[in-house]
Nanobody, 121 residues
């Protein structure tokens, strides 16, 4: 079953911004750490960011550090990924995933179907 739904992707020019959202279907996100991953065509899936269950820990890939910000709003049962200063190499399908702690992709229990981000002029 698909238990997470990503939204907010689209086409944006280099230097632009997007905000991705991750929302659950049928459960409460505040029980989980939430990670964002991305996969470009022909590339390995890579971790982008993660936020711990109580938001006291956030991690970012070096490639996005300083440009992306992860946050969670438990009242809205949603996790966000604010993406600024987007580059063509950010083009990928972005996935959110829920797990017990922040970690590698194989350690996450639940995944969404992804939202596509295209950065192009």
């Amino acid at each position: 079953q698909v238990l997470l739904v990503e939204s907010g992707g689209g086409l944006v020019q280099p230097g632009g911004s997007l905000r991705l959202s991750c929302a659950p279907s049928g459960f409460t996100l505040d029980d989980f750490a939430i990670g964002w991953f991305r996969q470009a065509p022909g590339k390995e899936r890579e971790g982008v960011s993660c936020i711990s269950k109580n938001a006291d820990i956030t991690d970012y890939a070096d490639s996005v550090k300083g440009r992306f910000t992860i946050s969670r709003d438990n009242a809205r049962n949603t996790v966000y990924l604010q993406m600024n200063s987007l580059k063509p190499e950010d083009t990928a399908v972005y996935y959110c995933a829920a797990g017990w702690v922040c970690g590698i992709a194989a350690e996450y229990e639940y995944w969404g179907q992804g939202t596509r981000v295209t950065v192009s002029s």
